[in-house]
């Protein structure tokens, strides 16, 4: 029966990096998975995480299943992460969320629920938006509309174009939004660009559904959740998938929620219930370790402090890198790449076309997507003059 069923291609992403684990060459660089790297090209455990780890091992007394919607701690923590302490949906009560296993679980979660609502419903995805969320809502029944985002030329996001195709937007149907740090491109919409998305959702009737996986790692905690934040104190439901994968350095330990913003408590404990049943179908109940990790960080005034100057250590590096990277590659090269320093986050597109990016890899041994799209934060002291070198010999020809 099963030898009906042929080889898959591999991943895009992780074919690519696992290429360059198997390339030889002394010089290779791995930009394309979206892992943040230190300066010695590692992947770190923040010292928060670790020190509430070996808390948690001294006292852990059980292994038994979590909750259904996970831990109490790390769902009342994230929850005030992300939409503020002083948040009104959460004075009253109108925000239900359940710990799920990392963003992806989340956005899975939050795709349920939707089509549990409205069957068949309408997403509009941006115009590029990450490739995983296609499979993730359209294995649901989710369909999908596309929004103009990117613009090339610019470098920037094409916010007329936005609002545009978004005016085709109606009741019933759903915009997915990137909360900051837009992967791919790393352009995110100004304030003033998130209000006028308000506005529209407001008199159109449509919901946002924002993915938040890179909270901390734009401008920093507050800054990089401002619009979601506007999105919830205008609007009388919002779904939200948070990912603590990469601002806890948690990839590995599944950590994630999906968080409910409706009219009402009574329907936000709906959406919970909801949320359970389409979790006890799909994989029962979420991973313990990340989240009880997570929910210590979170609920512990020093190790909350320490978490959070790691953080914004990080998010500095990242910004200090793209500066780097501009003033390198124009060094090298007769473009301007001040995009680079505009952009948020971990990802940018070079601006190459798919044979440089191909030149590079083949030639270089420099892994990025085809599209030129690069994690910045694979970019490090040792490899950035020879990143920039290279990149300078391809556009030379
Ligand atoms: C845009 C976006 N959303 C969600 C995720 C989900 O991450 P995870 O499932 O690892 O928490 C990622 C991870 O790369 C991402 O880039």
């Known amino acids: 029966m099963l030898d009906v069923l042929p080889q898959m291609p591999e991943d895009s992403i992780l074919g690519l990096s696992s290429a360059c684990r198997s390339d030889p060459s002394p ?3 791995d930009l394309t998975v979206g892992i943040y790297m230190n300066e010695e090209g590692v992947c770190p455990v923040f010292d928060a995480v670790r020190l509430a780890q070996q808390s948690l091992v001294a006292e852990e007394t059980t292994k038994a299943y979590m909750a259904p919607a996970g831990d109490a701690a790390f769902n009342q ?17 109108r925000v ?3 710990q799920t296993p990392g963003g992806c679980g989340a956005l899975r979660i939050g795709a349920e629920i939707i089509n549990a609502a409205a069957p068949g419903a309408r997403v509009w995805v941006s115009d590029p938006t990450w490739p995983v969320h296609i499979p993730l809502l359209g294995s649901v029944g989710l369909r999908f509309e596309t929004y103009r985002y990117y613009e090339p030329v610019s470098h920037g996001v094409n916010f007329d174009g936005m609002v545009e195709d978004l005016g085709r937007a109606g009741r019933g149907d759903v915009v997915l939004l990137h909360g900051c740090c837009h992967n791919p491109c790393g352009a995110d919409l100004t304030l003033e660009q998130w209000s006028v998305i308000a506005d529209m959702a407001e008199r159109q009737g449509f919901m946002p559904f924002v993915d938040i996986a890179y909270q901390g790692l734009g401008d920093g905690l507050e800054q990089d959740v401002a619009g979601l934040r506007l999105l919830v104190e205008r609007l009388p439901e919002v779904i939200i998938a948070a990912s603590c994968s990469k601002n806890m350095g948690l990839y590995r330990e599944r950590t994630g929620a999906a968080l409910f913003v409706s009219s009402s408590a009574e ?20 991973p313990a370790h990340g989240a009880l990790l997570a929910g210590r960080v979170l609920a512990d005034a020093e ?6 100057d790691e953080l914004q250590a990080m998010c500095w590096r990242i910004n200090g890198l793209r500066t780097s990277l501009v003033s390198k590659l124009e060094q090298n090269t007769d473009r301007d790449f001040g995009f680079i320093e505009r952009e948020k986050g971990m990802f940018s597109f070079l601006g190459l076309t798919r044979a440089e990016a191909i030149a590079l890899r083949e030639k270089h041994s420099i892994y990025m997507l085809e599209s030129s799209r690069i994690n910045v934060a694979g970019v490090n002291g040792a490899n950035i003059d020879y990143l920039a070198e290279a990149v300078g010999a391809v556009l030379r020809g």
């Open 96 to 98: 239900s969320s359940i």
């Open 267 to 286: 329907n936000a404990r709906a959406l919970l219930s909801q949320a359970q049943v389409a979790a006890r179908r799909i994989y029962s109940m979420p």
């Open 303 to 308: 190790l909350k402090t320490n978490w959070e």
């Open 77 to 93: 923590g994230l929850q005030r992460l992300v939409l503020g302490s002083g948040s009104a949906a959460l004075a009253d009560a």
């Open 27 to 29: 010089n290779k660089i």
